[in-house]
């Protein structure tokens, strides 16, 4: 038997790519999966509940039928930066933090969040000061606030995964206090559907450029795997972590060994 076996989970994003396979494992694991994400899911999970996470009314809708007693929030839902800014930061930071905030309550004791980042938002340090002041914000409403007054250079996206890296390392020490983790996985580029937009925003170059180093991108099997590690208890003295899984290239470039890309 499986440690998923029983165990119940929300994931959101579950409807596509990563967040699909992450419901796909679980579910064959035996674990009780419920699915909040814009589309319904092809997996066969124990409950969906359609939700749109760039909406804060949505959000609490669907808090409101979630219920409580999950062992895991599993944050895997996120758009890229051929969408409208706003909708982008509230995608994949606002809705993030409100998420993982609403799971204070719903969590079980040794209930772990794993969010899935980006390679992309590699530059958080150089940002910091900002990233720390949208912290300071109380709420979904108030940090969309921030972000609309102070607009920031280069790509949304990658402004949303910096701060939601960065909100993750934040949160291990409050999360420790209640008995709980969170933790980030980081992918580099992941050949789903969302893939041929990173193109469009990055840079063909870029994306390809970092298959022509590896051989190839990710599956989502390659990133699902680092997700439901973090979710178990094999990982249990891991906490604010954020876990690169690209292959090699965050490595390749923190040590000089190839430039930092240009996105
Ligand atoms: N694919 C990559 O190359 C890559 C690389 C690094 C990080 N990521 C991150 O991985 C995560 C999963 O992406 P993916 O590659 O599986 O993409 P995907 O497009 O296959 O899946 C994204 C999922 O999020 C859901 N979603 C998007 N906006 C929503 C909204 N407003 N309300 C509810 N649900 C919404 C979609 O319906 C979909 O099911 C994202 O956070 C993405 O930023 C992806």
Request: charged share 20%.
């Amino acid at each position: 038997m499986s440690e998923f076996s029983g165990k119940r989970y929300v994931v959101t994003g579950a409807a596509s790519g990563i967040g699909h396979t992450v419901a796909d494992l679980l579910c064959k694991a035996g674990a009780e999966v419920h699915s909040l994400d814009r589309n319904e899911p092809t997996v066969p999970v124990a409950r969906h509940i359609p939700v749109d996470l760039a909406d804060v009314a949505s959000i609490g809708a669907a808090l409101d039928v979630l219920g409580d007693g999950y062992d895991g929030l599993l944050n895997i839902a996120g758009v890229p930066g051929t969408a409208p800014s706003a909708t982008v930061f509230a995608v994949n930071t606002l809705a993030t933090r409100e998420l993982a905030e609403a799971f204070f309550e719903r969590l079980n004791p040794g209930g772990a969040v794993v969010v899935v980042s980006s390679t992309a938002g590699f530059g958080w340090p150089k940002r910091l000061p900002q990233i720390r002041e949208f912290l300071e914000t109380e709420n979904f409403e108030e940090g969309a606030q921030w972000f609309a007054a102070h607009p920031q250079e280069g790509n949304t996206y990658n402004f949303s995964k910096e701060c939601t890296t960065v909100y993750v390392h934040s949160m291990g020490l409050a999360f420790n206090e209640m008995g709980f983790r969170i933790n980030a996985v980081l992918p580099g580029p992941v050949e789903t559907p969302i893939l041929q937009d990173f193109r469009e925003t990055m840079g063909e170059d870029t994306i390809d450029g970092v298959a022509s180093l590896l051989g190839r991108h990710a599956t989502p099997e390659d990133v699902a795997g680092v997700v439901l590690f973090l979710a178990s208890d094999s990982a249990r003295w891991i906490n604010g972590e954020a876990i690169n899984v690209d292959g090699g290239i965050s490595g390749a470039i923190l040590s000089g060994t190839v430039p930092v890309p240009e996105y």
